[in-house]
């Protein structure tokens, strides 16, 4: 009778101790002070079963405050084309950010004619000269999440499109024809089939005429 009183006692200090270190574990795992802005309490935005033409699925937040982005397209110097974004709302991540959404974060992807050109973290991008050829294309920059979802509002993607056409370029006239400037020496008498030197050979460069743009400065994000 006296071991059976003596056990109990023991038991309920065991479960006394055993329910103070639940107690002390529940204190030590609560958030950090200052974390709480950089943790997400629920996702951002909803998925959509809507996708891209790489098959990245939507993700459709809100218009108040969702991300933008215009782009202008103009031809340089040097025959290629300035890439300009002009954004709202959203700021780029920088390279090897982690694959999670965060809202009006992420990158652009850029296309010509519907085709992946290049994925940018920069507002700005130059398309290489005889990258476009002959004719009108439309150069659209699109927003992505770093996770690789498409920002969108109203299920359409947030991106902006520009036409602009290239021109083909003038070819350079042949030695003797009628644009060769005309040589003012005259061909030796007695031999009116030969030239001279000089007629032959024409100083100077001829300009070619490279692409030129019509940019839809007033495009809006989707």
């Excluded at 270190?21 to 950090?32: E, I």
């Excluded at 036409?163 to 009628?178: K, L, W």
């Excluded at 020496?185 to 030969?194: F, I, K, R, T």
Aim: proline fraction near 9%; include cysteine; charged fraction near 25%.
């Amino acid at each position: 009778m006296s071991w059976s009183r003596g056990i109990l006692p023991a038991l309920a200090v065991c479960v006394l101790l055993v329910t103070g270190a639940a107690g002390c574990a529940s204190d030590d795992a609560s958030t950090p002070t200052g974390q709480e802005s950089t943790i997400s309490p629920s996702p951002v935005g909803k998925v959509l079963d809507d996708t891209d033409d790489d098959g990245r699925h939507y993700r459709e937040v809100g218009k108040k405050g969702a991300p933008q982005v215009a782009l202008e397209v103009e031809p340089d110097a040097e025959g290629g084309w300035d890439v300009r974004l002009n954004l709202r709302d959203f700021a780029f991540s920088p390279s090897g950010t982690q694959a999670r959404a965060v809202t009006g974060r992420g990158l652009a992807r850029l296309f010509a004619d519907g085709e992946p050109l290049a994925d940018l973290r920069d507002t700005s991008y130059r398309i290489p000269e005889g990258y476009l050829a002959h004719g009108t294309h439309q150069v659209t920059a699109r927003l992505y999440a770093d996770d690789g979802t498409v920002w969108a509002v109203d299920g359409k993607p947030v991106e902006s499109t520009a036409d602009i056409t290239a021109s083909e370029p003038e070819p350079e006239p042949e030695p003797g024809s009628a644009s060769e400037p005309e040589s003012a020496s005259e061909s030796p008498a007695g031999d009116p089939g030969s030239s001279s030197p000089s007629a032959l050979s024409a100083p100077g460069a001829f300009p070619r005429t490279e692409g030129q743009g019509s940019p839809d400065r007033g495009g809006k994000a989707s």
